[in-house]
């Protein structure tokens, strides 16, 4: 985000700017976005090497523009369709098929899940298929806000999974490494964390809480990510639900229409 927007800023500043980025680029796939949509409105912005940006000074122009829908939000569809105990068949409209969002990964990744994704148009399709990996390993360094609907996707599954890339997690919205770990204790899985950027799940059960509840850390991705986890427990608290208002204002809304029961306590 920070990147994002210096590179946005850049074209209208007297000599442009060159950002030199050092370390570990995580989530490249959103600068590689933000880079697309200046493209877009007539701003030239480009890498020069894989750690240098650069953008000369220029005057951005006004375009007709259609702003695709949210992959990051489909994932919890997606997450939806792979728990169902029916044939579950989600549509899910605006989502283009040659997406800039990394997010759109979700997609290729739910095939290891028993979710396929049929393309028609600007919309998608989602239609269980029944046909799960044993295992599941993938590097997040470019979709880390995934991790959390593959986190108790797999674990609601009975799917062993080892997750890296995650170091970014820590300072989300919340330490999510560290609320995942808590929050899936609650329902008896045991996770457990490794060089502070790797989330694996070997199998590892203990007594779940008694009608857990699950804490959200002012982090509407926890909210989301974790309500699904109902259809396989039958019933899930989920405490401060407001959070998902970020990103997803109609979350709530949307499962209840799709068939969920939701109570207000």
């Not at 044939?87 to 990744?109: I, N």
């Not at 509840?213 to 639900?241: C, G, V």
């Not at 949307?254 to 306590?265: I, K, M, R, S, V």
Request: proline share 5%; aromatic share 10%; hydrophobic share 40%.
């Amino acid at each position: 985000q920070y990147i994002s927007a210096l590179l946005m800023i850049a074209p209208v500043l007297t000599n442009g700017l060159t950002i030199r980025l050092t370390g570990d680029i995580i989530s490249r796939p959103y600068i590689n976005l933000t880079l697309q949509l200046m493209n877009d409105f007539g701003v030239r912005a480009e890498w020069t090497d894989d750690h240098r940006l650069k953008v000369e000074p220029q005057a951005y122009h006004s375009t007709p523009f259609y702003v695709e829908s949210d992959w990051s939000a489909a994932s919890y569809w997606y997450e939806i369709v792979a728990l169902s105990k029916h044939e579950a068949v989600v549509t899910l409209p605006g989502l283009f098929a040659q997406s800039p969002q990394g997010d759109a990964k979700v997609a290729e990744l739910f095939e290891q899940l028993g979710v396929c994704t049929q393309r028609e148009g600007n919309s998608v399709t989602l239609k269980q298929t029944h046909t799960h990996t044993d295992r599941m390993e993938y590097n997040f360094v470019n979709q880390p806000d995934l991790a959390q609907t593959f986190v108790v996707t797999c674990a609601m599954l009975g799917i062993p999974f080892r997750f890296s890339g995650l170091q970014s997690l820590k300072i989300k919205e919340t330490d999510r490494m560290a609320a995942l770990i808590t929050e899936m204790r609650k329902l008896g899985y045991l996770l457990k964390e490794t060089d502070g950027s790797v989330l694996s799940w070997e199998g590892e059960r203990t007594q779940a809480d008694e009608n857990p509840a699950i804490d959200t850390y002012e982090d509407h991705r926890m909210a989301m990510a974790f309500a699904p986890a109902a259809i396989k427990l039958n019933e899930l608290r989920i405490n401060n639900p407001q959070v998902v208002s970020k990103s997803y204002p109609h979350y709530w809304e949307d499962l209840q229409n799709a068939g969920f029961q939701l109570t207000e306590e």
